[in-house]
């Protein structure tokens, strides 16, 4: 069946290859406002000098040369119109020790490269319907860590 999902939802893919920025936005430009950024930099600049409204969603590479996607997310936490921004990690690591990592600094998720077309698209709908849902109906004032 055919997915049908079309949304007014923006989401910045940030990532320093031009063949993922490619076809990420290609999987996701026919459900969403999809902008790419080739550098960690651009999406603080952005964030910094308040030029835009903070997106629906981040996918964020984590290997970069400018900066490293950590220290990017822990920047973009820092922001506190984007602090609640989901951040999905894109990465062709497979190392569960890094990746438990990134989750105790706020990723929602991570998606490996090669990027698999219908498991981007469903993780990333799901993801949107619940930050949805948690600012729509609140987290009961609770805080999601693992300390």
Known sequence: M?????????????????????QVKEILGD????????????LLALAARGVSNPPDMILLD?????????????????????FNVPVVLLTAWNSDMLLEHFFTMGALDVIHKPVIKSVLINRVENYLKLSEYVRKYGDGGRRYSID
């Open 2 to 22: 055919a997915r049908t999902y079309v949304s007014n939802k923006i989401i910045y893919i940030v990532d320093d290859s031009d063949m993922i920025l490619t």
């Open 31 to 42: 459900h969403f406002h999809v902008r790419t950024l080739n550098a960690a930099t651009k």
């Open 62 to 82: 984590i290997e970069m040369p400018e900066m490293h996607g950590a220290e990017a997310m822990a920047k973009i936490r820092g922001i506190p119109d984007w």
